[in-house]
């Protein structure tokens, strides 16, 4: 990928520990040191000061070993106590980055246990120290993770999120000092239940159009419409310091729901929420590994297994179905657009047209599909002689299809497609799709509706073709920006 980030090398995962700091966001994530496939678990690192352009820096907080025991560091969270407060960090640290993270602690092949852990940093990230009085959170499971801490205003608190994976649970703590912690209350079972829950992200999220409204939204990484993958699931609520309930307004969650999936493509996961973002940034921005643990260990690609999505910015939308998550790529990103390609507006019964065809598989394309009476309408992207990815309308689903997306056999799951239920507003379905070489993420009707997936075309698939079968659609105000690299 060219503007989407990627690890110089070796595998990724999950995303951990988001926060700004100082004019930087920090990105920490899961990341094996030593190979390009999971193990090893430790939380790599990078900076960044507009969450477009990324520094590499060397591996944060590495597994590291007692004994015969091994500890990982799996999924978590960061938060900064302003002034060292709280007194973790060395007399005189300016401000302490506290670091949350489950340790996943084996003997040998034995698996022994997972529980929250602490570790400090002084030196603003680049390097942490065990707390020497871990775990903080042990509850004697070996399913017990990701703990997902934010700083809670209205009662000048810590909170931290957990799941109890195999009891599809969120599990909620609260702290003062971040080293002794207080149960408070569980959710869930609810939602999707066909997979372990992963990953909890519990965020205030702003209602558009309703200034000083918002609800609390709960992510969790689960289950994934399409049995046999994993996926997102979101439940909008309230949260009153304590417990988490489910908005009334909202129909209640069944398995697999509309209202409640994230992203209906196959490769986003493990999104959590950025802390302590500037006041100016008054809606969350969450990033995701966009990858799908179906087949992640299979990906056909060197040196680095696994990437990041755009950072989106969220918020809660009013509809007939009640609040809706909608999502947006930052603003920012607008900065990367290149000289403009535009074609006013095509009519097409029955036939295709080429667009255009890019050199390299990254850009921004954006356009109003009016789909008219065609049974199956869109655009067929990473096209060359005998591969293409489509993005179609048909049946009142959007629908990617990476089928023919050129590589796709390295795994048997990897080939599908994706559907999300989707109505045109006054006729109209608002595209705008990233492509960036193997990614794609496709928002729709201005974030109502998103598909993230992953594809390997031929390098020179760079075909871009307009499509309308059995009827006649419109496609308006198509405009393509080749997007600027953001790595060195
Ligand atoms: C989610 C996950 C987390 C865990 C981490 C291990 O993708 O399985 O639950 O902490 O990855 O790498």
């Given at each position: 990928p060219r503007y989407h980030f990627t690890p110089p090398q070796n595998w990724i995962n999950d995303p951990n520990g988001l926060v700004y700091h100082d004019g930087q966001y920090h990105l920490f994530y899961q990341h094996n040191p030593f190979a390009n496939q999971w193990g090893h678990m430790s939380w790599g690192h990078a900076v960044s000061t507009d969450l477009l352009r990324w520094e590499h820096l060397p591996v944060a907080i590495p597994e590291f070993t007692e004994g015969d025991k091994t500890t990982a560091i799996f999924s978590g969270s960061a938060v900064i106590d302003a002034g060292n407060r709280r007194g973790l960090c060395p007399p005189g640290t300016k401000n302490c980055f506290v670091a949350v993270y489950t340790g996943n602690v084996t003997q040998g092949d034995r698996h022994l246990a997972q529980y929250q852990n602490l570790a400090f940093s002084a030196d603003g990230g680049r390097t942490f120290t065990q707390y020497a009085k871990n775990p903080i959170v042990d509850i004697g499971s070996k399913e017990f993770r990701d703990p997902n801490v934010f700083w809670y205003e209205p009662e000048k608190k810590w909170v931290m999120a957990t799941v109890k994976a195999t009891e599809h649970r969120a599990a909620f703590y609260e702290s003062t000092d971040l080293k002794t912690w207080r149960f408070l209350s569980h959710f869930g079972p609810t939602g999707d239940t066909t997979k372990v829950w992963e990953c909890p992200a519990l965020v205030r999220v702003p209602i558009q159009n309703e200034p000083g409204k918002s609800r609390w939204v709960l992510f969790i990484s689960a289950g994934h419409p399409q049995p046999g993958y994993v996926g997102m699931q979101y439940f909008v609520g309230n949260f009153d310091g304590n417990t988490f309930t489910l908005d009334p307004e909202n129909p209640k969650p069944t398995a697999p729901a509309v209202a409640n999936v994230v992203d209906w493509g196959k490769d986003y996961y493990a999104a959590i929420q950025f802390n302590?973002?500037?006041?100016?940034?008054?809606n969350p921005i969450m990033i995701g590994w966009t990858n799908n643990w179906a087949y992640a260990g299979s990906l056909p690609t060197t040196p680095f297994k696994g990437a990041m999505s755009l950072p989106r910015q969220i918020s809660l939308k009013r509809t007939a179905a009640g609040l809706q998550l909608v999502q947006r790529p930052?603003?920012?990103?607008?900065?990367?657009?290149?000289a403009a390609q535009k074609r006013a507006g095509v009519r097409l019964s029955n036939r295709q047209e080429v667009f255009t065809k890019t050199t390299d598989n990254a850009y921004e394309l954006t356009l109003d599909l009016v789909p008219g009476n065609a049974q199956s309408a869109g655009i067929r992207l990473a096209k060359g002689p005998n591969e293409e990815t489509v993005l179609r309308y048909a049946n009142g689903n959007l629908q990617l299809d990476r089928r023919r997306s050129g590589n796709v056999g390295f795994h048997k799951s990897f080939p599908s497609v994706e559907e999300a239920p989707l109505t045109p507003q006054n006729g109209v379905i608002k595209l705008r799709i990233f492509v960036d070489k193997s990614l794609v993420e496709v928002f729709a009707n201005d974030g109502e509706r998103v598909i993230t997936d992953q594809i390997f075309p031929t390098e020179n698939a760079g075909g871009i073709e307009l499509f309308a079968e059995g009827g006649t659609a419109e496609f308006r105000n198509v405009v393509l920006w080749p997007m600027k690299a953001t790595a060195p």
């Open positions: 302590h973002l500037p006041a100016s940034q008054s930052i603003s920012a990103l607008n900065a990367l657009r290149g």
